[in-house]
């Protein structure tokens, strides 16, 4: 496929460069610093703009699917949406956040007293991103994949379970490796089975 990638350059998104580059996918790279973005086979790195709508289109234009992986507080959903579908491009996969996953029924992640308060700004802008894509993005083939509680760096191990909206926790806690969410968003591009909806990963 041909892929372009807003925010290649991330934690999550040099991860998903990674994994789409060995998998030999060819990956238009977008970063406001293309020089950060790790020189890989079938990776182009181009310069780009999240809040410039008109400009982000015009880079977007052509590809078969546009990942999102930018941070929820230094960019506008609106924005983004708008700039795919300026583009003509359909497929829209957006790196989520945990914050809006259940934890008992009609309790979220965010809604409970031990979630850290210096991610609660990203965690509600991440919610509103959903919601907007779940009110307004009908016309768009979108996927939301949420993370476990700590998304870090680790190792690429291939064993993980997916969810629908239930964080994903076992008796060590809530936890996924950036390297193992990868597998599981190119997964679900080369093989679509959660369109128009969110979907999560845990260990």
């Given at each position: 496929?041909?892929?372009?990638?807003?925010?290649?350059?991330?934690?999550?998104?040099?991860?998903?460069?990674?994994?789409?580059?060995?998998?030999?996918?060819?990956?238009?790279?977008?970063?406001?610093?293309?020089?950060?973005?790790?020189?890989?086979?079938?990776?182009?790195?181009?310069?780009?703009?999240?809040?410039?709508?008109?400009?982000?289109?015009?880079?977007?234009?052509?590809?078969?699917?546009?990942?999102?992986?930018?941070?929820?507080?230094?960019?506008?959903?609106?924005?983004?949406?708008?700039?795919?579908?300026?583009?003509?491009?359909?497929?829209?996969?957006?790196?989520?956040?945990?914050?809006?996953?259940?934890?008992?029924?009609?309790?979220r992640l965010i809604d409970t007293p031990q979630f850290p308060a210096a991610y609660k700004a990203e965690a509600t802008k991440g919610g509103e991103f959903l919601e907007l894509l779940r009110t307004s993005a009908g016309d768009l083939d979108w996927t939301f994949l949420s993370p476990a509680a700590m998304f870090v760096p680790g190792e690429r191990t291939g064993k993980f379970r997916l969810g629908k909206d239930q964080l994903i926790a076992s008796d060590k806690g809530s936890s996924i490796s950036f390297e193992d969410y990868a597998i599981a968003a190119v997964d679900e591009l080369e093989a679509p089975k959660h369109v128009r909806e969110r979907f999560t990963i845990g260990y």
């Amino acid at each position: 496929m041909k892929v372009a990638l807003i925010g290649g350059s991330g934690n999550a998104g040099s991860r998903l460069l990674a994994e789409l580059s060995a998998r030999g996918h060819s990956v238009t790279a977008i970063a406001r610093n293309p020089e950060k973005i790790a020189a890989l086979p079938g990776v182009t790195a181009v310069k780009g703009d999240v809040h410039d709508q008109a400009g982000l289109a015009a880079l977007l234009r052509g590809h078969d699917a546009v990942i999102s992986s930018v941070h929820f507080t230094a960019s506008d959903p609106a924005r983004l949406i708008g700039a795919v579908r300026q583009s003509g491009v359909k497929r829209y996969f957006v790196v989520g956040g945990a914050g809006s996953l259940e934890v008992a029924p009609g309790v979220r992640l965010i809604d409970t007293p031990q979630f850290p308060a210096a991610y609660k700004a990203e965690a509600t802008k991440g919610g509103e991103f959903l919601e907007l894509l779940r009110t307004s993005a009908g016309d768009l083939d979108w996927t939301f994949l949420s993370p476990a509680a700590m998304f870090v760096p680790g190792e690429r191990t291939g064993k993980f379970r997916l969810g629908k909206d239930q964080l994903i926790a076992s008796d060590k806690g809530s936890s996924i490796s950036f390297e193992d969410y990868a597998i599981a968003a190119v997964d679900e591009l080369e093989a679509p089975k959660h369109v128009r909806e969110r979907f999560t990963i845990g260990y």
